[in-house]
């Protein structure tokens, strides 16, 4: 059994499972590839040198280290990125974090006064933004996701599902019957 499927309800449907877009892992691969680049210049720098001293095999040794801390580090944050899963099912959107120590987060779509899309200007040309969720007396982005994919569609969704969830279903009266639920693709 999935970690989705432990928190659903019986009778609840998953519409969509989604992660923040890959664009928010090009500073850790920036920052990884600066670092190789650091090490493998000096990994040149000493194998030009005539003679390998200890000074100059420790400085290789040095950036070597460098090298696959930066690697694990790149790594790890890969791992955080795909186990973070945003869930959208026709009565919450929950948000799984964590590897081994699991996180999960819920908003129920009833308790949601008003949403909009936000998109930065890279957003607009690579498809990502958030989406601004007022509840109550709160607002702000999704579960602090504030570069989702196509958050039109998503905005889309969650409106589409909000239409077809009665008030009265969170107070444990039973619901009417409604139409089919729109999908995301």
Known sequence: MSSIERVLAPDERVHLVTREH???LVPAFLRASLVLLGAGAVAVLVAGVGRLGVGR???AGIAGLLA???LVRLIGRIHR???QQLV???RRMILFSGGLSRRVAAMPLDAIDAVEVRR???GRVLHYGSL???AGQRRGALFGLRRLPDPDLL???VLGLDEHIPAALGRGRAAPAAGPLPSAR
């Open 132 to 134: 601004v969720v007022t």
């Open 57 to 59: 095999v420790a400085v």
């Open 88 to 90: 959208v099912t026709d």
């Open 120 to 122: 930065p200007g890279g």
């Open 155 to 157: 905005l889309g969704l």
């Open 22 to 24: 890959g664009v928010v």
């Open 68 to 70: 696959a801390h930066a």
């Open 81 to 83: 990125w795909h186990m």
